[in-house]
């Protein structure tokens, strides 16, 4: 069965400095797909990026990248440059190739100081 | 590009009561799909739509909650009759990609629904 793995229910960091979200998954498909999404107080989930099971480069998107170790099933978020708007709920997902559908970790809450 | 629209926002029910939830997906997206989520967890998939069938219901409590999507765009999902249990926030998606592994889901604001 496939299981995302979240292990830090919040993180604190100063607003201008980067972060890592640490997100492990499982599965014994080969084919996948890992994403993240932001989660504000508004309850919408906002996409932030995607990275393929075969994709050799980590993904990059603006501020946010993912850093991805296949090997050790991880596939960690980093938020360089904090922004107070950055604080949120943060959800790491994976995919799988028989229907598309994501299944959730269990959310980091980040708080960005000024 | 209009996003996915979900109505109603808020909902406030008394158990044992009946409740209707409605999606409309980005126009041209195929698959829909509704996820619960209860306060502090991530998102639980409930049900998934390709078109107008379903891919996959395994986890929707058949005996009290149903949903269905009408010639392929706009869905609905009821609950029928609430339990306390039911109080968390709908979430209705749409993916353009079809049942492919690598495409975003696109989410809506969610209705919060209150079972008191």
């Known amino acids: 069965a496939q299981k995302i793995t979240q292990t830090q229910p919040g993180m604190f960091v100063q607003e201008k400095e980067a972060v890592t979200l640490d997100c492990t998954y499982d599965?014994?498909?080969?084919?996948?797909?890992l994403f993240w999404y932001k989660q504000p107080s508004s309850g919408e989930m906002i996409f932030l990026i995607y990275?393929?099971?075969?994709?050799?480069q980590n993904a990059t998107e603006g501020r946010y990248s993912l850093n991805f170790h296949k090997a050790r099933k991880s596939a960690n978020l980093v938020i360089s440059a904090s922004q107070l708007g950055d604080s949120a709920m943060y959800f790491c997902a994976m995919s799988h190739n028989q229907g598309g559908k994501l299944i959730f970790g269990q959310g980091t809450e980040l708080s960005v100081k000024p | 590009e209009a996003g996915v629209a979900q109505s109603p926002r808020y909902k406030i029910i008394e158990k044992r009561q009946s409740v209707a939830f409605w999606c409309n997906p980005i126009?041209?997206?195929?698959?829909l799909y509704w996820y619960q989520q209860i306060l502090g967890q991530g998102p639980k998939l409930l049900i998934q739509f390709q078109n107008n069938g379903v891919v996959d219901d395994s986890q929707l409590p058949k005996d009290r909650f149903s949903a269905e999507r009408l010639k392929g765009v706009d869905s609905t999902l009821k609950i029928q009759p609430a339990k306390l249990e039911d109080s968390a926030v709908y979430l209705c998606?749409?993916?353009?990609?079809?049942?492919?592994?690598?495409?975003?889901?696109?989410f809506g604001n969610g209705t919060r629904l209150t079972v008191t």
């Open positions: 599965t014994s498909d080969q084919s996948y797909g």
């Open positions: 126009s041209g997206h195929a698959t």
């Open positions: 998606a749409s993916s353009l990609g079809g049942a492919n592994y690598n495409s975003p889901l696109h």
């Open positions: 990275q393929g099971s075969y994709d050799e």
